[in-house]
Each structure stands twice: as structure tokens, then as C-alpha cells.
């Protein structure tokens, strides 16, 4: 045998990981009193338990102790009793305490490693290179922001008790992920793992109690179902964070609309990996293995749709094959093993299901001629070429080791294809031509995007999606936002609109009727019903008449407001000089306004002119600001850098007050312009007028058609169609607690990001109802990894 023959006989003999010591730990514990409560170790109040098993043996690992809503009740209250203490000490008392968990965490991470991947079924590289050391990263890096608050967050505060819900793909660090910036932030935590993988927060448990944590700050309940929802609907819990399918993200949204919870949900994926002609195809293959195959493929942001460009599919193709025979589907502990089982029986024939209905649909679906483990729930890597886009394999999450491959021409059709999905988690660009990759990654409608890389994830770099991949960030300097509420000046409590039961006197004096019709896509329109609405000055007399606005009207604006590329896509420099035109403009006409503001609202000349002076110096300060709310630059630890970008949310509606008709429709539409986004506008309900002359101004300041569209009439009904129109991506509603609830449990069907003043206005005339706060909502953060080096 020569050393040719030599080298290709070799083979990768076992290379098992010892257990012994997660077999002593899991034989030393007592699994039926596995809630972490107020310190203690609690056994559930039922009684009851579940079982936890191995996914490579389906043994039965634990019976743990299955929380109830008496128990979440018992851990809301240890987090409310600590939260005081807790939120009232220093920075660096909290860093101190971060920093311990982290450094615990070291001290025990084979053994967290080893647990990870019997419970969970991932390959122990994994779990020991990559899985620990993030959540451990995760800890440190947050001790920093504990004592940054002041520094970094001026005028923010802890949020309170939070909840925090997590799935089983990455048990310990989607933990590590919720707590670390949780506690740094000031925050008491109750935590609820998923019910297949309970185990790694059990030792996270102890590793608090050492660490310093004081009792109560963290709480872990163990339980399925119907603990998460005592968790999401627990009055004592002011954020729910949820980590999950998109499914139960929107029984959450739900769950909580109305009832000023703040909300994060980090939810399902249908990644794009494309991969262009110039690429480094080699180096693209690899990336794929970690895309699609790492964690058996159970990863939010797997990127599970290979998108190939038609010139190297082929090429490309057999190269992915020839690497995928290679894998090695084997025992998770085992260090050599590429692919593991999947988590549970119930996933493997979901995962199966879903690949016969691909084939069924017309995918062919290949896979390496290999021999499965005979126990387990093991599944081949898959790959599905000849797939249309329509196909339940292009289109649904399979969360398993399956690869959807499509091709497309040019750099439009790869844009295209890569955005057809109603998911926007993540996306991979390959192409050697990094100019290339830079044009594309901003048009791909999702929150990270990997230049020449996949999976690449850090503390300090936000992690979150767009559409129904939810709303929110994790990680970073965006993550901290989700845990800490600034003050914005309250105004008074809105009341429902009532239409008047008495008719409007008709207003003497010889006028020329003017009925002020709607503003969509740049023109004046009638509304589709034509009918109008009576609007009455402070007197009780007709001031004039505006359309009465109904869902085809919205339906038209917000077509108009998505077709207008010219405001998303014009420089900020650009949108500052419009800013800057239309308050000039607004200026020149400023008697008229104050007159108007007067004659409807009954203030005083000089309240009149003080709102008028101040709407404009407000369109003045986002036209200032439009150039500079600008993204970071990370440097992860890694050689690469992450571009922390701010993009406009898109189309977004606007629900503006009666209080203040003007500054406070001035104050809400502006920031969303500033940053880029088009709007379509519901004003006031009794004082439309100001909102229809304003239009006028609107019309000769150079704002291109479609920038901001205006549809007046009944507010509760138009929020409501906003609200269901998936087709608009972020909602600001200032009316009636009755119709932001609405609003908020309607916004389900594409996840809209809904901003709510639950039933309170703000105090408009204040400073504070002005500036970051308002920006921060008008954007979307993406980051974009861009690797260096050869
Ligand atoms: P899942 O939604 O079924 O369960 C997630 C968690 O929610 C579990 O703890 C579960 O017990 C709990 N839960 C279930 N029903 C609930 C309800 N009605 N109310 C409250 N809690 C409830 O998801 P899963 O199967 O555990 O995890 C897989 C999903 O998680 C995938 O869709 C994946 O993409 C997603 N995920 C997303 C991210 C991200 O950062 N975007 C990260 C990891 C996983």
C-alpha cells in the first residue's frame, strides 16, 4: 500500500467524549424538584413531571418537575420581591455579578458542553466550541453594559420583571442570550427553557447561586405550554421576551396586546444562501455545511434555501453532494461526528413529512448513501434540487438537516427569490466581488447578513429578523433597548372618538364651499365611498368637510406608500433638505395655521401660534437629525467587521391624537420620514383639517408622491384596517386604549412592529416627545458581517 492508498483508507476512528460526569450529575440530582425559586428548589405544586430523553437512544434521561400557573405565580413574586435591591444597585455590583456567572460558567464548561449535547442531540464540537463559549462571551460582555447604563442609555431604566421563553435548539445559549442582558439592565428574570432540553438551565441554576446572584433575581421554571402562557399572561411581568416558532410568537402577540407588556420575539427563518458566480466556491461549500447542516440543521437562522446562480448550479452542485457524502451522522459525543440526531421523535417525523410533501410538490431529494445509527432519531442530510418557489420546502421552516437548492439569472432575480418568503432572519451573500455583496445586503429584507460567511454570531453584534421573524434584537448595544424604558412624557388619557349626536350648524358668512378630499400617492382624491365627514369648529358651526376614509382608501395608500421608491431610496442629506423645505413652507403659511388651530380647537392665539411655532421647529429638528441617527461599526472577535446599519422599517401607518392635532401628527410623521420611511397618515378624528391643509403645504415642498399619504375619517376603524394590512410593516397608534389593543392583536398577520400609546397620549409640547426615542422606532437594524483576510 502506498501512502496514496494509505491516506484514502484512512478512516476516523471513535473518538468518544467521557460522560462520566454528566452521568454523576444526573444520577446526584433531584429532578422532581427542579424549579428554581427564589433560591430554593422547588417540586411543582401538582406534583407533576415530564420526561426528558436522549435523542441518540431515546432513553429517558430525567423525570422534571412540570411548572403550573400557581408555580410561575410563586417565581413572579421571588422576581418582584428581589427586583428593588436588584434594580437599585450600582453597575458594578451587577457587572461583578455577570462577570462571575461568566467565569463559573468557565470553570464548568465541559460539563455544560457534555450535558448540551445529551439532552439535545447536537454534535459535542458543537455544544464545546461553539454553543458554550458564546453563552459564556454573552455574560461577559454584558457585565460591561451593567455599569455603561448611565453612560450609554441616559434617562433609561430596567423594565421590570421580565419573562423569558425558550426553545431547545440552543438551550444554553438562547439562556445566556435572555438573562445576561436581562440582569445587566436591572432586571429580575423568570425564566422557562423548552421541555425537551431542561437540563443545561438546571446547572445554570447553581452556577447563579455561586456566582451571586441574589435570590430571586433569576428564576428558572421548567414546564411546557401552559407555564409559558402563565408566563405571558402574569399581570406582574412588564416584558415578555420569546424565542420560538413564528406560530406561538403570534399567540404571544396576541396574548399581550393591550396590556403594556414590552415584547421581543425572535422567531422562525427561511435563510437565503446565495451564492454567485464569482464566488470561491470551495469556501461557499463549507459555509454551506455550517448553514444548513450545523445543529442538524435546527437553527433559526439556517439557511436553508441555497440560491445558485445558473452558471456554476451544476458545478456547485456536485461539490455539495461529494461534501455532503462525506458527513458523519453518528453519535453526538463523539468528536467527530458532523450530524446528530434531531431533538425528539415528534421533530424527526415533522422533518420527514415535510420532505415527502417537497417530493410530492416535485422536489428531487437526494441523500449520501450512508447507514444510520440503529436508535435515535437520526435523519440524512437532504438536499432538494428542481425546487419552485412555491414549493412547502422553499417556503416553510423545516428546522432539520434539508437544503431547498433554486437558481436564478441575475442580480435582480437573486434579490427577488431570496425575499420571497414571509420570514427575514438572515441571508448569506458569496461572491469574491465584495462590491457586488455590499449592493446586495441592504435590498435583502432580513436582520443579518453574513458577506462570504454564515453563522457568525457575537455578543456585542444585534441578532433579530425582520417580517415574521419577529421584532427585536438580541445582542449588543440593540439588545440592551429591549430590557430598558426611557420616560416619555405622558399626556392625558385618550377617549373613545364619539361621533356627535347633534347635526353641525351650518357656518354663516359667505364661503366658498372647499371639502377637503384625501391625499394619496401625491394627488388629492375623493374617497371610494363618497361620503364625507361634518367636522365642527370649537363653536359647534361647520368648519368644512373632509372625505370619509374606509379600507380601500387605506388599501390605495399603502399601495402608493410601498411604491415610492424615491424617499427610501434618496440620500439622508436629501430627506433633510425636504425636512427643512417643508417646515420653510409650513412657516410661510404659519397665521393661517394658528387661525385654523383656533377656530376648531378653541386655543387661544397664542397656544394656536405656539403649536404651529413648535411642529415647525420639530420638522426642523428631524430634518437635522435625518443625516445623523446613524448605525456602528462592530469589531466581534472575529476577522471581520459588523456593520450595524439603520434601515427605515418600510411602510408605516400613523394613528394620530385629537390633543395637539398638529405638533402631534408633525411629531409622529416626521421622524418616520426622516429615517427614510413612507407613511400613510390617519389624523385626528375631530380636527382632519389641519392634516388636509397641511397637504397643501406638503404638495410644493418637494416630498416625492407616495412619501406620505393621508386618509382621514374614523380613527378606530382605520387603525383597524392598518393594523390587518400585511402589507405595512410598522403601525404608531396614539387613540383609545380600545383601539391600540385592537390594533396590537391584529397586527398579528405579518408581524408588524406596533407602536402603541395604550390608551395615553404624550405631553407633544414637551422636549422629551421628541428625538432618539421616536428615531429609534422609525428603524430596523441590520447587521451585515463583512469577513477580511485570505
Ligand atoms: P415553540 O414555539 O414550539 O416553543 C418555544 C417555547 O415556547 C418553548 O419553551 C415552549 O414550551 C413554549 N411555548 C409553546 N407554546 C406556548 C404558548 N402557547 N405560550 C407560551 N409559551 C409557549 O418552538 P420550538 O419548537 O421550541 O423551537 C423552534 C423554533 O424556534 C423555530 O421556529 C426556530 O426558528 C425558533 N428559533 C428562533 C430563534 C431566533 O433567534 N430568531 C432562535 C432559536 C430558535
Known amino acids: 500500500m502506498n501512502i496514496l492508498d494509505r491516506y484514502h483508507a484512512m478512516d476516523y476512528g471513535p473518538a468518544p467524549e467521557a460522560r462520566n460526569e454528566a452521568d454523576a450529575w444526573l444520577a446526584a440530582r433531584d429532578f422532581s424538584k427542579a424549579l428554581f425559586i427564589g433560591g430554593d428548589w422547588k417540586a411543582a405544586s401538582s406534583g407533576k413531571t415530564f420526561d426528558t430523553s436522549e435523542p441518540s437512544s431515546g432513553k429517558l434521561l430525567a423525570k422534571v418537575s412540570d411548572a403550573n400557573a400557581a408555580d410561575i405565580d410563586a417565581a413572579v413574586a421571588a422576581a418582584t420581591k428581589a427586583l428593588p435591591k436588584w434594580s437599585a444597585s450600582s453597575g458594578y455590583i451587577r457587572a461583578k455579578v455577570l462577570y462571575a456567572i461568566g467565569r463559573a460558567m468557565q470553570r464548568h464548561q465541559r460539563l455544560f458542553a457534555v450535558l448540551e449535547s445529551i439532552d439535545n442531540g447536537k454534535p459535542i464540537r458543537e455544544s464545546r466550541d461553539i454553543d458554550v463559549p458564546l453563552a459564556i462571551r454573552h455574560?461577559?460582555?454584558?457585565?460591561?453594559?451593567a455599569q455603561a447604563l448611565d453612560r450609554d442609555f441616559p434617562g433609561h431604566k430596567g423594565v421590570g420583571v421580565v419573562g423569558q421563553i425558550i426553545p431547545w435548539n440552543f438551550p444554553l445559549l438562547m439562556l445566556a442570550w435572555k438573562i445576561a442582558p436581562a440582569l445587566a439592565a436591572g432586571c429580575t428574570v423568570v425564566l422557562k427553557p423548552a421541555e425537551f432540553t431542561p437540563l443545561t438551565a438546571i446547572l445554570f441554576a447553581d452556577i447563579c447561586e455561586r456566582a451571586?446572584?441574589?435570590?430571586g433575581g433569576v428564576n428558572i421554571v421548567q414546564g411546557g405550554p401552559e407555564a409559558g402562557a402563565a408566563i405571558v399572561n402574569h399581570p406582574g411581568i412588564q416584558k415578555i421576551a420569546f424565542t420560538g416558532s413564528s406560530e406561538v410568537g403570534k399567540i404571544i402577540r396576541k396574548a399581550t396586546a393591550g396590556s403594556g407588556k414590552k415584547l421581543s420575539l425572535e422567531l422562525g427563518g427561511k435563510s437565503a444562501f446565495i451564492v454567485f458566480e464569482d464566488a470561491d466556491l470551495d469556501s461557499a461549500v463549507e459555509g454551506l455545511v455550517d448553514g444548513i447542516w450545523f445543529n442538524q440543521g435546527q437553527v433559526c437562522c439556517a439557511g436553508s434555501r441555497l440560491l445558485v446562480q445558473e452558471g456554476i448550479a451544476d458545478s456547485l452542485i456536485a461539490k455539495v453532494k461529494t461534501r455532503m457524502s462525506r458527513l458523519r451522522v453518528g453519535s453526538p459525543l463523539d468528536k467527530n461526528t458532523d450530524i446528530g440526531p434531531l431533538?425528539?421523535?415528534t421533530q424527526l417525523d415533522r422533518v420527514k413529512g415535510l420532505v415527502a410533501e417537497g417530493a410530492r410538490q416535485g422536489a428531487i431529494c437526494w441523500q449520501p448513501d450512508a447507514a444510520l445509527p440503529s436508535t435515535g432519531y437520526y435523519h440524512l442530510p437532504t438536499l432538494a434540487t428542481g425546487v419552485s418557489p412555491a414549493n412547502i420546502l422553499a417556503q416553510e421552516e423545516v428546522f432539520g438537516p434539508v437544503l431547498a437548492t433554486m437558481t436564478f439569472r441575475n442580480t435582480e432575480e437573486a434579490i427577488e427569490l431570496a425575499n420571497n418568503t414571509r420570514y427575514g432572519l438572515a441571508a448569506s451573500v458569496w461572491s469574491e466581488n465584495v462590491n457586488l455583496a455590499l449592493h446586495v445586503a441592504p435590498q435583502l429584507k432580513a436582520g443579518v447578513v453574513w458577506v462570504n460567511g454564515t453563522n457568525m454570531f457575537d455578543a456585542a453584534c444585534g441578532f433579530g429578523g425582520y417580517r415574521e421573524s419577529g421584532f427585536g434584537r438580541e445582542g449588543g448595544r440593540e439588545g440592551m433597548f429591549e430590557y430598558l424604558a426611557a420616560k416619555l412624557p405622558l399626556g392625558p388619557v385618550i377617549k373613545p372618538a364619539m361621533p356627535s349626536a347633534q347635526p353641525i350648524e351650518q357656518s354663516d358668512g359667505d364661503v366658498i364651499d372647499r371639502t377637503a378630499k384625501l391625499f394619496i400617492g401625491g394627488k388629492q382624491v375623493r374617497p371610494d365611498g363618497n361620503y364625507s365627514l361634518g367636522i365642527a369648529t370649537a363653536k359647534g358651526k361647520l368648519a368644512g368637510e373632509v372625505g370619509l376614509g374606509s379600507r380601500k382608501d387605506i388599501r390605495d395608500a399603502v399601495s402608493a406608500a410601498r411604491a415610492c421608491k424615491a424617499w427610501p431610496e434618496a440620500t439622508a442629506y436629501n430627506r433633510s433638505q425636504v425636512l427643512y423645505y417643508l417646515a420653510e413652507n409650513l412657516s410661510g403659511r404659519a397665521a393661517e395655521f394658528a387661525a385654523r388651530l383656533t377656530e376648531l380647537t378653541g386655543a387661544t392665539a397664542k397656544a394656536a401660534r405656539d403649536e404651529v411655532e413648535q411642529s415647525i421647529e420639530r420638522l426642523f429638528l428631524y430634518a437635522g437629525l435625518a443625516?445623523?441617527?446613524?448605525?456602528r461599526v462592530h469589531q466581534p472577535p472575529a476577522r471581520a467587521v459588523t456593520l450595524a446599519l439603520h434601515e427605515p422599517v418600510g411602510v408605516v401607518g400613523i394613528v394620530a391624537p385629537d390633543a395637539s392635532p398638529l405638533l402631534g401628527l408633525v411629531s409622529l410623521v416626521a421622524p418616520a420620514l426622516a429615517m427614510g420611511n413612507t407613511v400613510v397618515a390617519v389624523p385626528s378624528e375631530r380636527y382632519p383639517l389641519l392634516a388636509t391643509d397641511l397637504y397643501q403645504v406638503i404638495e410644493y415642498s418637494d416630498v416625492p408622491a407616495g412619501a406620505i399619504n393621508i386618509v382621514t375619517g374614523r380613527t378606530a376603524e382605520l387603525a383597524g384596517v392598518l393594523?390587518?394590512?400585511?402589507?405595512?410593516?410598522?403601525?404608531?397608534?396614539?387613540?383609545?386604549?380600545?383601539?391600540?389593543?385592537?390594533?396590537?392583536?391584529?397586527?398579528?398577520?405579518?408581524?408588524?412592529?406596533?407602536?402603541?400609546?395604550?390608551?395615553?397620549?404624550?405631553?407633544?409640547a414637551s422636549d422629551e416627545a421628541a428625538g432618539d426615542a421616536f428615531l429609534r422606532r422609525a428603524i430596523e437594524v441590520k447587521n451585515v458581517w463583512v469577513p477580511y483576510g485570505d
Open 723 to 764: 393594523a390587518k394590512h400585511d402589507d405595512v410593516d410598522g403601525l404608531w397608534v396614539f387613540a383609545d386604549a380600545e383601539t391600540c389593543a385592537k390594533a396590537e392583536a391584529e397586527s398579528i398577520g405579518n408581524l408588524k412592529r406596533v407602536w402603541s400609546g395604550n390608551g395615553r397620549g404624550l405631553d407633544w
Open 139 to 145: 455574560f461577559i460582555h454584558h457585565a460591561g453594559w
Open 212 to 215: 451571586g446572584v441574589p435570590k
Open 627 to 631: 443625516d445623523k441617527f446613524e448605525g
Open 343 to 345: 431533538v425528539d421523535a
